[in-house]
């Protein structure tokens, strides 16, 4: 019943950008950090943003800092993750996931503090 949803993945060239969404149903994502993950193919699958109870707080990987910002809309109980100056480097599944955390802190990058996962989409950055 509960469920993310990513949406707006596609193929861009460099440069280009890109917005993803992350859309739950069936809980509220008020409570909830929210984290951006992608996997390119062969690599291990790597946190790359996070926006962190009521979106007190936001938290980026190094390789997607000053490129890539995490937002939410509580009303449509949606998190966007805004991509861009891309780079085939950024070519991966990119996947939302959930963790329960009711306070304001700090938001992780680690994969192993959420238990509620999208299926992803694709981006796939290609001259």
């Known amino acids: 019943q509960a469920q993310l949803v990513e949406s707006g993945g596609g193929t861009v060239q460099p440069g280009g950008s890109l917005r993803l969404s992350c859309a739950a149903s069936?809980?509220?994502?008020?409570?909830?950090?929210i984290g951006w993950f992608r996997q390119a193919p062969g690599k291990e699958r790597e946190g790359i943003s996070c926006?962190?109870?009521?979106?007190?707080?936001?938290n980026y990987a190094d390789s997607v800092k000053g490129r890539f910002t995490i937002s939410r809309d509580n009303a449509k109980n949606t998190v966007y993750l805004q991509m861009n100056s891309l780079n085939p480097e950024d070519t991966a599944i990119y996947s939302c996931?959930?963790?329960?955390?009711?306070?304001?802190?700090?938001?992780?990058?680690?994969?192993?503090?959420?238990?509620?996962w999208g299926q992803g989409t694709q981006v796939t950055v290609s001259s």
């Open positions: 069936g809980f509220r994502m008020d409570d909830y950090t």
């Open positions: 926006s962190g109870y009521r979106g007190y707080s936001t």
């Open positions: 996931a959930a963790n329960w955390s009711p306070y304001p802190a700090v938001c992780a990058l680690d994969k192993g503090r959420y238990n509620f």
